[in-house]
């Protein structure tokens, strides 16, 4: 089976501009979470969907984040407009009801110049 | 809230030999689920061994064990005959069981720094 698909691996680009990350959960899985990884603060938690509908976003940082889940096989997070403070590995998992852990995507590193 | 600590970190370990690595958490919750989690520099989050709070005994994944202290909210990680592979940060995490079935976000620990000399 595929696991958690992240894309961009890498994404550069300059303060002011847009920036959308893009994850395809497992098959099957009915939540999705957003993490975001920074030397200072470690990996926090931005948002996390079940059944495509948000269920917590006291994570996202402020108005210049959003996320959505579409469907149950995609999502977006998107950074607009993008500030150097950004810079980091953002992480998508996903899970189902029935388990217990996370699975995780490889992570999109960011860099906002 | 909850809160995870990983009080190490770095940790250095001869190839073959044994090491722990501790956690310790603060919960009011009787019913969650404790993790660790492995980073090696490809960044990816691979799960190493997860423990049900609820369980008394000790969780096993091969080389990897676990200490898990209920009372003392303390979840530490050994890993035995470490191996050249075993190098990474190694995250603990923590999940509220929150209601039967349903799921809740990780809250993690900063990590630890695991270094295998050969």
């Known amino acids: 089976d595929a696991g958690v698909i992240q894309s961009p691996r890498h994404e550069v680009t300059e303060m002011g501009q847009e920036v959308t990350l893009r994850c395809k959960p497992i098959?099957?899985?009915?939540?999705l979470f957003w993490y975001r990884q920074t030397m200072m603060r470690g990996l926090e938690l931005l948002i996390y969907?079940?059944?495509?509908?948000?269920?917590?976003d006291s994570g996202m940082p402020e108005d210049r984040f959003s996320a959505k889940m579409p469907n149950a096989s995609f999502s977006t997070l998107k950074i607009q407009p993008s500030e150097p403070r950004d810079s980091a590995v953002y992480f998508c998992?996903?899970?189902?009801?029935?388990?217990?852990?996370?699975?995780f995507g490889p992570g999109t590193r960011l860099t906002v110049l | 809230a909850q809160t995870v600590t990983q009080s190490q970190p770095e940790m250095s370990v001869q190839e073959a030999e044994t090491v722990t690595l501790s956690c310790t958490y603060d919960?009011?919750?009787?019913?969650?689920?404790l993790f660790w989690y492995k980073q090696p520099p490809s960044r990816q989050m691979i799960l190493v061994i997860r423990?049900?709070?609820?369980?008394?005994q000790n969780a096993t994944e091969n080389r990897f064990s676990v200490n898990f202290q209920k009372a003392a909210k303390s979840f530490s990680l050994k890993i035995s005959d470490s191996q050249l592979g075993d190098a990474a940060m190694y995250f603990c995490?923590?999940?509220?069981?929150?209601?039967?079935?349903?799921?809740?976000?990780?809250?993690f620990g900063k990590g630890t720094k695991l270094s295998v000399k050969p």
């Open positions: 998992a996903s899970s189902s009801k029935g388990r217990r852990e996370q699975f």
């Open positions: 098959s099957g899985h009915d939540y």
């Open positions: 969907f079940n059944n495509n509908v948000p269920i917590d």
């Open positions: 919960t009011s919750e009787s019913d969650y689920y």
């Open positions: 423990q049900e709070a609820y369980k008394q």
């Open positions: 995490a923590y999940r509220s069981a929150v209601v039967a079935g349903s799921q809740g976000n990780l809250i």
